[in-house]
């Protein structure tokens, strides 16, 4: 999603009861004047009262604001990010390739960094990290054009390469881990599962 405004509007949950439609109070504005904002995501702490604002800009600085439009972070470009199913925060930590792999622990009142492995990493080489916890095990698929690689976390152990038959060309691959298996895209016109 590409957002072409230069400021980032806050606002808040608006819960009525029997009301059908109302305008919801808008909080404040994040300025944004000297780049653009490619993304936002919005990831919480067990309760509303926690909640951080992911703001991606086009140069891949990434600032992250609470809900008073504090910035509580800010992270130059050339990182990469691990998503998770249920967003950016896994068990309250954001974990990055700056190029090590790090993990910032957003549960105390300030976030604070801690280097998890010392394995160095391109991130520039990867599209995208998708985070999967299975059975206890932490896994994260780094997806490039030519393939995706397995790592395990919190070493970031390569566990296993997958090289794609054809080279994906689009932004929108579909990755997936369930147990042991990973699903992804090998050409425009298949589908393929393999065991990790």
């Known amino acids: 999603m590409r957002i072409e405004l230069m400021h980032l509007v806050v606002i808040c949950l608006l819960l009525a009861e029997n009301t059908l439609s109302q305008d919801l109070p808008i909080l404040g504005v994040i300025e944004k004047t000297e780049t653009t904002i490619r993304a936002v995501h919005v ?3 067990n309760s509303l009262k926690r909640c951080f604002i992911f703001a991606f800009e086009e140069k891949g600085v990434l600032e992250i604001f609470d809900l008073n439009r504090n910035l509580v972070l800010k992270e130059p470009s050339g990182q990469g990010y691990v998503y998770w199913q249920e967003g950016f925060l896994h068990h309250n930590k954001l974990y990055c390739f700056i190029p090590e792999c790090t993990a910032i622990d957003f549960a105390a ?21 998708l985070g999967f916890e299975e059975g206890g ?3 994260v698929l780094a997806d490039y054009r030519a393939g995706i690689d397995l790592y395990s976390l919190p070493d970031m152990l390569l566990i296993a390469q997958i090289v794609r038959e054809e080279e994906e060309r689009w932004r929108d691959d579909r990755l997936g881990l369930s147990g042991n298996m990973v699903f992804y895209s090998n050409k425009t016109t298949n ?5 990790s």
């Open 43 to 45: 990831a919480s702490l």
């Open 109 to 129: 009142s300030a976030p604070t960094s801690r280097r998890i492995s010392s394995t160095k990493m391109d991130p520039k080489k990867y599209k995208e990290f």
């Open 137 to 139: 095990r932490k896994i």
């Open 191 to 195: 589908l393929r599962g393999m065991t």
